[in-house]
RNA sequence: GGGCCCGUGGGUUAGCUUGGUAUACUUGUGCGUUCGGGACGCAUAGACUCCAGUUCAAAUCUGGGCGGGCCCA
């Protein structure tokens, strides 16, 4: 069958389309729930969500954080201690006014991120140095009234969100926690084989209530930026209204510095999007619900002598220590290859009467579409370097994208006959500091500031380089970047 | 916040102007033959978003709800 006759026509070309295709025909998410923004988890996108999760448990349960899991119900009361934090989120919160019949004397709300949840609690916990650093993490499901066009995984109403708190006795070891998060990010990241830009935002986009945000960004194929996660530093702006306070060595009370560092199912949104293509989704080998397929080739006479070698090689496999799904449904092998193409099982292995006699397999690979013959004798040595080849391709593919995503520019003139020869991305440069300057470039470009780029993962420091401000022509070494973003 | 559009089996859709019998493809199910890139035959199942109105009669016309989408601020 020829490429163009193909049942399920995916074109990566117009990416928006393409996107909401490759959720449903890979069903990694049933959109049908009759709440907009709200989906149902599948089989298929909870066993990569679950993948994902266990990552950033790995991470933060090595770096000492403790899992929590908080209600989910917050009273009105607590909510409103923080005075920007509720200017904030106030818009978007779903409200619960009451129980059964009656009304409610203190509205509850459904948490939108948990620091009004989690604080009063931390004020109870919190009582020496001793009990300091604190952090903590949960994996719990938010809830955000979004009124936007809602896109399964990137803007939904109902978030699959981790979120990591932590309280220390000074603003050091608050500033060292972020860089912790930092290196968090640059593991996560790596396993999932998303590149990302950790990029300060300007004051006017911080998360409400913080002394400053560290985006997390990677790129689509849309050139548009996705935030995959921020980082925050609170310093003493909640421990205040919250009284997390402790007694010091100095006999003193003073108010803890606090950080919060979340990351969402926008993950998986990016995994998606980064690495899919017009065959469906690619899976990075780390977090692949399944790393192989084995689909067995059912010929005349032979069904139950191959079946029974299938089923001995799933087992094999399985003590190896790989994920392994035997496809045994009774359609024909083309229509399995297919499937499992969509879902993205990085490889496939094809068993049938030949590979027996021979002493091989088949191995089929997502990411190239090559095909070649294995050794049983050598399975598991092959099958790892392979898993690691597609995990390196990935890798690059996506570092590529990001690489050919940012360009440096002077001056607006470059910068919208950049925009004008075709090429799209982010656009860095240097900014002297004004209002009137950003938004004149942010017109000018038809971008927004995503803000000030990081010098590098582990020194929390921007980076600096001298030039002239791109709208003014002041020099300035401050530098930032602009891009348009989901 | 302002404006516009849409809702028919699991999916895609015809029919709506001019009210009466709902079309096709796909998918699902059963049986048989098949199985190295989406198999074939036969049989079979499945829908007009909800409420109210007009009417002898509503998928079709009117109003409202619910759900979905787009554009502008």
């Known amino acids: 069958m020829a490429e163009d006759e193909r049942k399920i026509v995916l074109d990566k070309s117009n990416f928006s389309e393409w996107y909401n295709d490759v959720v449903d025909v890979a069903g990694l998410s049933e959109k049908r729930y009759p709440i907009k923004g709200m989906n149902v988890w599948t089989p298929y996108g909870w066993k990569i969500m679950q993948k994902v999760d266990s990552i950033i448990r790995r991470e933060c349960d090595a770096t000492g954080h403790d899992e929590v899991h908080f209600p989910l119900l917050i009273p009105k009361t607590e909510f409103q201690k923080e005075a920007d934090h509720i200017k904030g989120f106030d818009a978007e919160v779903y409200w619960v006014t009451h129980g059964g019949l009656n009304e409610l004397d203190i509205p509850l709300l459904l948490r939108p991120t948990s620091e009004t949840a989690m604080y009063p609690i931390f004020s109870l916990w919190v009582r020496s140095h001793k009990d300091l650093p604190l952090k903590t993490y949960q994996i719990v499901n938010t809830f955000r009234y979004e009124t936007k066009m809602t896109r399964s995984f990137i803007r939904v109403r109902e978030i699959?969100?981790?979120?990591?708190?932590?309280?220390?006795?000074?603003?050091?070891?608050?500033?060292?926690?972020?860089?912790?998060?930092?290196?968090?990010?640059?593991?996560?990241?790596?396993?999932?084989?998303?590149?990302?830009?950790?990029?300060?935002?300007?004051?006017?986009?911080?998360?409400?209530?913080?002394?400053?945000?560290?985006?997390?960004?990677?790129?689509?194929?849309?050139?548009?930026?996705?935030?995959?996660?921020?980082?925050?530093?609170?310093?003493?702006?909640?421990?205040?209204?919250?009284?997390?306070?402790?007694?010091?060595s100095d006999g003193e009370f003073h108010f803890a510095h606090q950080t919060t560092y979340g990351m969402s199912e926008r993950l998986i949104g990016a995994i998606v999007g980064v690495h899919g293509d017009d065959k469906g989704v690619i899976m990075p080998p780390k977090i692949a619900p399944f790393q192989f397929v084995i689909i067995p080739i059912l010929a005349k006479n032979k069904s139950e002598m191959v079946l029974e070698e299938a089923r001995k090689l799933r087992q094999e496999m399985t003590e190896m220590g790989f994920r392994i799904k035997l496809d045994?449904?009774?359609?024909?092998?083309?229509?399995?290859?297919?499937?499992?193409?969509?879902?993205?099982?990085?490889?496939?292995?094809?068993?049938?009467?030949?590979?027996?006699?021979?002493?091989?397999?088949?191995?089929?690979?997502?990411?190239?579409?090559?095909?070649?013959?294995?050794?049983?004798?050598?399975?598991?040595?092959?099958?790892?370097?392979?898993?690691?080849?597609?995990?390196?391709?990935?890798?690059?593919?996506?570092?590529?994208?990001?690489?050919?995503?940012?360009?440096?520019?002077?001056?607006?003139?470059?910068?919208?006959?950049?925009?004008?020869?075709?090429?799209?991305?982010?656009?860095?440069?240097?900014?002297?500091?004004?209002?009137?300057?950003?938004?004149?470039?942010?017109?000018?470009?038809?971008?927004?500031?995503?803000?000030?780029?990081?010098?590098?993962?582990?020194?929390?420091?921007e980076e600096k380089h001298s030039g002239n401000c791109m709208n003014c022509g002041r020099p300035t070494d401050t530098v930032v970047m602009l891009s348009k973003s989901y």
């Not at 300007?202 to 002394?211: C, E, I, N």
Request: charged share 35%.
């Open 160 to 248: 699959h969100f981790f979120e990591a708190h932590t309280c220390h006795d000074s603003f050091e070891e608050a500033e060292k926690q972020i860089r912790e998060d930092c290196s968090i990010m640059d593991k996560v990241g790596s396993d999932l084989c998303l590149p990302y830009l950790l990029v300060k935002r300007p004051d006017w986009d911080k998360f409400a209530g913080a002394v400053y945000t560290i985006g997390v960004d990677t790129l689509m194929p849309s050139k548009k930026t996705l935030q995959l996660g921020s980082i925050h530093q609170y310093k003493e702006n909640f421990s205040k209204p919250y009284d997390i306070k402790f007694e010091g």
């Open 328 to 461: 045994e449904r009774d359609t024909r092998p083309g229509s399995k290859h297919y499937d499992w193409e969509i879902k993205g099982v990085p490889i496939r292995i094809e068993i049938g009467p030949r590979d027996i006699e021979k002493g091989t397999v088949v191995f089929a690979r997502r990411d190239l579409s090559t095909k070649s013959f294995i050794e049983r004798s050598d399975l598991k040595a092959q099958a790892e370097k392979a898993l690691d080849e597609i995990h390196s391709e990935l890798r690059k593919r996506a570092d590529d994208i990001v690489d050919n995503g940012v360009k440096m520019v002077d001056s607006l003139d470059d910068g919208t006959k950049l925009l004008g020869s075709g090429w799209d991305g982010i656009i860095k440069t240097n900014w002297c500091g004004e209002m009137d300057c950003a938004q004149a470039m942010e017109k000018a470009l038809d971008k927004t500031f995503l803000g000030f780029p990081m010098k590098d993962v582990d020194s929390g420091e």
